[in-house]
């Protein structure tokens, strides 16, 4: 009752915007759950959404940067899935906090930074830790992206493709770790599915909404995923 609404509403911001909808869907579930089983049951659902939504919009995909931000973001989030194996929940729910923190205060323009385009590499290893970790690196991937010169649906496109290849690390170092058994497939799989008709809900949706409409969505986005993050550090 609460995996599919969460998944559709997930797949479509993410179509929409461009990213929020995996962050938000990880906050809603550590409520339930616990951020350690809410990372390893959407890790393998967010891993079919992007790779539907790459299909989706794989003429526009710049392969050049995706294969370079891979290169970073692959082994940085084997390390992180790791690292979230052996911390308290307490550690992860902090650290979740400060990735939404982080969203509000760059959208908010109190933080000025923007990546050089050719740090592409190192932001992918950032990226890919902070994914395995809270599951926020598209928070990192975004601006990324868009000092590399990407917009519109190349900028969709590629973002699925970084995505892919973080979520690949973080699951293999969640399954070794053990955190991956039959019934987190199994929502897993639920989830994957309401992500698949998300994402086709929100392709339909951007072609009729302006810029703004869609920065207003992330904002909305944003501040959800605060106050989820909030209630599971209370």
Do not use: C, K
């Not at 923190?101 to 890919?128: D, K, M, Q, T, Y």
């Amino acid at each position: 009752m609460v995996v599919l609404p969460l998944g559709l509403l997930a797949g479509a911001l993410t179509t929409v915007a461009g990213l929020g909808g995996g962050m938000m869907l990880v906050l809603a579930l550590s409520l339930l759950w616990g951020p350690q089983t809410a990372l390893a049951v959407t890790a393998p659902a967010l891993l079919v959404g992007n790779l539907h939504r790459l299909l989706l919009f794989r003429a526009s995909v710049d392969r050049a940067i995706a294969w370079r931000f891979a290169a970073g973001a692959v082994p940085a989030a084997f390390a992180g899935g790791l690292a979230v194996v052996a911390l308290p929940p307490v550690v992860l729910h902090v650290l979740l906090v400060g990735v939404a923190s982080f969203a509000v205060v760059r959208e908010l323009g109190w933080l000025g930074w923007r990546p050089p385009a050719n740090a592409v590499v190192p932001a992918g290893a950032v990226a890919g830790l902070v994914t395995a970790t809270t599951g926020g690196g598209g928070l990192l991937v975004a601006p990324m992206l868009l000092a590399t010169g990407l917009r519109g649906e190349a900028f969709v496109a590629t973002g699925a493709a970084v995505a892919i290849a973080m979520h690949v690390g973080r699951i293999a170092a969640y399954g070794a770790g053990g955190l991956v058994d039959t019934a987190t497939l199994g929502y897993s799989a639920l989830l994957a599915a309401a992500i698949f008709a998300g994402n086709l809900l929100g392709r339909r949706a951007r072609a009729h909404l302006t810029e703004r409409t869609t920065m207003r969505i992330t904002w909305g986005t944003l501040a959800v995923a605060m106050v989820l993050a909030l209630a599971g550090l209370a």
